[in-house]
């Protein structure tokens, strides 16, 4: 059996974990940070664990009313001197699997000879070079993918950064929502895993994935993760910006996948737009939703979640779609050619 689907399938026990964790250090983080004054929070990462930032940045700034930012880690390490004002008296929050990439140390040390800043790494390797440099670590060795493509791990990260921000920002409500999607995500898998096989043999070569704020940056991620795991085109947009410019690259080989929120008549006319392109169309709502056009399958929950929980079904759906595409046709989902788990500088 592939070991990205054993990991895929092994994320629900990790994110029980997860949460526990989290929620347990919660009171810590909060002394640590309290220590000095936080001007700004940088969430940093690189090529997942950027587009996991770029999430986590959302949902700080929205769950928090404070300050945040989202940067590559690469981009910060060639260019500290960029950030330096920006960045001085915050918190940089490294988002990183393995504690080891070159641009998140290598940025870290940069920022630091220009900016007086505090550093949070969140990792799956206790022990990890990063832990060295890093003020405060979170460890979750339990999340960590020996595949080199990462899919228990970016579920796992996304939580521990949605929790950070929630409990910062006092959201109880946010971690009893977060708490409420781990209890389902398992049974939302099971009904909906028999479907992927059928998608997976459509003829469709390129993937579209739409979702909008807290999530979009998990979205950037799951269109990441046919990139690497099947191996096709594929990008992220927010649902009606769609429109403006990439509906012309959208046809009859492109699978789209798309994360309804109020399934207001904006979206639904979006999707039968979709759907009279001839495009594969399958979407995720919270609640079953009504569309005016035949999509090729409708995912939902059966309750409604917050914005920020909405993004673990979403993600699943995208790691499953990509893993059976890649049986499909016959690409290994364990080994992409030309990546590795991490990058060595």
Same mark, same amino acid.
């Given at each position: *059996?592939?070991?990205?689907? @054993?990991?895929?399938?092994?994320?629900?026990?990790?994110?029980?974990?997860?949460?526990?964790?989290?929620?347990?250090? &919660?009171?810590?983080?909060?002394?640590?940070?309290?220590?000095?004054?936080?001007?700004? *929070?940088?969430?940093?990462?690189?090529?997942?664990?950027?587009?996991?930032?770029?999430?986590?940045?959302?949902?700080?700034?929205?769950?928090?009313?404070?300050?945040?930012?989202?940067?590559?880690?690469?981009?910060? *390490?060639?260019?500290? @001197?960029?950030?330096?004002?920006?960045?001085?008296?915050?918190?940089?929050?490294?988002?990183?699997?393995?504690?080891?990439?070159?641009?998140?140390?290598?940025? &870290?040390?940069?920022?630091?000879?220009?900016?007086?800043?505090?550093?949070?790494?969140?990792?799956?390797?206790?022990?990890?070079? &990063? @832990?060295? =440099?890093?003020?405060?670590?979170?460890?979750?060795?339990?999340?960590?993918?020996?595949? =080199? /493509?990462?899919?228990?791990?970016?579920?796992?990260?996304?939580?521990?950064?949605?929790?950070?921000?929630?409990?910062?920002?006092?959201?109880?409500?946010?971690?009893?929502?977060?708490?409420?999607?781990?209890?389902?995500?398992?049974?939302?898998?099971?009904?909906?895993?028999?479907?992927?096989?059928?998608? %997976?043999?459509?003829?469709?070569?390129?993937?579209?994935?739409?979702?909008?704020?807290?999530?979009?940056?998990? %979205?950037?991620?799951?269109?990441?993760?046919?990139?690497?795991? /099947?191996?096709?085109?594929?990008?992220?947009?927010?649902?009606?910006?769609?429109?403006?410019?990439?509906?012309?690259?959208?046809?009859?080989?492109?699978?789209?996948?798309? /994360?309804?929120?109020?399934?207001?008549?904006? @979206?639904?006319?979006?999707?039968?737009?979709? /759907?009279?392109?001839?495009?594969?169309?399958?979407?995720?709502?919270?609640?079953?939703?009504?569309?005016?056009?035949?999509?090729?399958?409708?995912?939902?929950?059966?309750?409604?979640?917050?914005?920020?929980?909405?993004?673990?079904?979403?993600?699943?759906?995208?790691?499953?779609?990509?893993?059976?595409?890649?049986?499909?046709?016959?690409?290994?989902?364990?080994?992409?050619?030309?990546?590795?788990?991490?990058?060595?500088?």
């Amino acid at each position: *059996m592939s070991k990205t689907y @054993e990991e895929i399938k092994g994320q629900f026990t990790a994110l029980a974990k997860t949460s526990e964790y989290i929620k347990n250090r &919660i009171n810590i983080i909060q002394r640590f940070l309290n220590e000095k004054e936080t001007k700004i *929070m940088a969430f940093i990462g690189s090529g997942s664990s950027y587009a996991l930032a770029k999430s986590c940045e959302h949902i700080y700034r929205n769950l928090t009313g404070k300050p945040a930012v989202s940067l590559a880690s690469g981009d910060l *390490m060639l260019h500290p @001197e960029r950030y330096a004002q920006a960045l001085s008296g915050g918190v940089i929050v490294a988002i990183t699997r393995s504690g080891s990439t070159s641009e998140i140390l290598k940025a &870290i040390d940069a920022i630091k000879r220009h900016a007086d800043v505090r550093v949070v790494a969140i990792a799956c390797v206790e022990g990890s070079p &990063i @832990e060295s =440099i890093a003020d405060f670590t979170l460890s979750l060795p339990w999340a960590f993918d020996e595949s =080199i /493509c990462q899919t228990r791990t970016v579920s796992n990260l996304f939580l521990a950064g949605a929790l950070f921000s929630a409990g910062l920002g006092g959201r109880a409500d946010v971690i009893r929502d977060l708490d409420k999607t781990i209890g389902l995500l398992e049974g939302f898998c099971n009904r909906i895993e028999p479907e992927f096989l059928t998608l %997976a043999k459509e003829k469709w070569d390129h993937v579209v994935v739409l979702a909008d704020g807290e999530i979009a940056g998990l %979205a950037e991620e799951g269109a990441l993760a046919f990139k690497e795991i /099947c191996q096709l085109p594929s990008n992220q947009y927010g649902l009606l910006d769609v429109r403006h410019g990439p509906m012309v690259i959208i046809n009859n080989r492109t699978l789209v996948l798309a /994360c309804l929120t109020e399934a207001n008549d904006y @979206e639904t006319k979006l999707i039968s737009d979709l /759907c009279a392109k001839h495009a594969t169309v399958v979407c995720y709502s919270d609640l079953p939703v009504k569309l005016d056009s035949k999509v090729f399958a409708q995912f939902d929950m059966g309750e409604t979640l917050d914005t920020v929980s909405r993004g673990l079904p979403l993600i699943l759906i995208c790691q499953l779609a990509s893993y059976y595409k890649a049986l499909v046709r016959g690409t290994n989902p364990d080994m992409p050619d030309g990546l590795d788990a991490w990058v060595k500088l």
